[in-house]
């Protein structure tokens, strides 16, 4: 199997079959540049620096004789016709490397984990997909004009098929519109990415706490992580108002027996305010290990981060090394 080889990153995928470049890259959760993803914009544009390519698909945008010359292609309408193949491409390493996107999409389905808790599929069109990074938030609008800020909670991997997780709040316009919706698909705007994502180079170990629905951002990054085949150590401990809050547990489960480097804990608690002690030691576990580097990762309503943070500081855990999802908009 072909394999690609990025410069100046050095980092390194396979391309399967008949794949583009690009999307063996998305594949592999490698977050190159690109727009459209159809050949229309020229933002995949990369250059071939060794090895061969293969045109597979048609592109409109004009690639100019002098930078063809130079190897400048597309990545999304070629694949690797060589064992090895070297690009020099850019990356994104952050939100603001990421342009702001507005699409006309669709809410394909509602899956209604229970009376309570809902998750939202929404698909963009295959020539306008969402280009995102994991714990990354966007806007969805229904066509009556209620909108929502929400925490993606699906893997960048997947840039056309985008999932949010919506707790049914009767207070809440928007999430009563949606339960209210009984013919899928309806139409949707999506706006957005925004929003730090945590960066992790020099961490073997990740802990994550969420509380209730905010384990959605959490969930993108887990699952990049796991995409990408990465050696990290990962647990997570979900905290929920009642057992049946746990929405994700099958898929917690599913990816603690395919991966040993993976554990969670669930832990009942009505007071995002009010964190078990149990945590807390396991966090000073965590912080004294001789096995390495530590980093926190925290999702959830202001009085769950805060108290999370205050006992973080009580056991004297770095604040470098802590990491707060935002739903703030960048002014």
């Known amino acids: 199997m072909p394999r690609i080889v990025i410069d100046p990153s050095g980092k390194t995928f396979p391309c399967e079959g008949r794949q583009s470049i690009l999307e063996a890259a998305l594949a592999a959760s490698v977050a190159l540049n690109y727009g459209c993803s159809s050949g229309t914009c020229g933002l995949c544009i990369g250059r071939l ?6 045109k597979i698909r048609h592109y409109d945008f004009p690639v100019k004789d002098a930078d063809r010359l130079r190897g400048d292609f597309p990545l999304c309408s070629y694949t690797a016709a060589s064992p090895e193949v070297t690009i020099e491409a850019a990356e994104a390493t952050g ?16 899956e209604r984990i229970s009376n309570a808790i809902g998750v939202i599929a929404v698909q963009t069109p295959r020539t306008s997909r969402l280009r995102f990074l994991p714990g990354q938030n966007a806007c969805l609008t229904l066509p009556v004009g209620l909108s929502a800020d929400m ?43 925004w929003g730090p994502t945590p960066e992790m180079a020099s961490n073997t170990r990740t802990v994550c706490l969420a509380y209730d629905t905010y384990i959605a951002p959490l969930r993108s990054w887990i699952e990049q992580q796991l995409a990408e085949d990465s050696s990290q150590l990962i647990t997570v401990y979900w905290c929920a108002r009642d057992e049946s809050d746990f929405y994700l547990a099958n898929l917690l489960n599913a990816w603690r027996d395919a991966f040993d480097a993976f554990s969670f804990y669930l832990i009942v608690t009505d007071d995002p305010a009010r964190i078990p002690s149990a945590v807390k030691n396991r966090l000073t576990e965590e912080e004294n290990s001789p096995a390495g580097d530590v980093q926190v990762l925290i999702s959830g309503p202001a009085p769950f981060t805060n108290q999370v943070r205050t006992m973080l500081e009580s056991i004297n855990f770095p604040e470098s090394s802590q990491y707060v999802h935002t739903m703030a908009r960048p002014t």
């Open 49 to 54: 620096k060794q090895g061969k390519i293969e």
């Open 95 to 110: 939100g603001i490397d990421i342009r702001w996107q507005r699409i006309e999409a669709r809410i394909k389905k509602l």
């Open 151 to 193: 925490p993606i909670a699906s893997c960048p991997c997947d840039d056309r098929n985008i999932e949010f997780h919506l707790r049914n709040d009767p207070s809440d316009e928007f999430a009563g519109a949606v339960f209210g919706t009984t013919n899928f698909p309806t139409p949707v705007r999506i706006e957005g990415p």
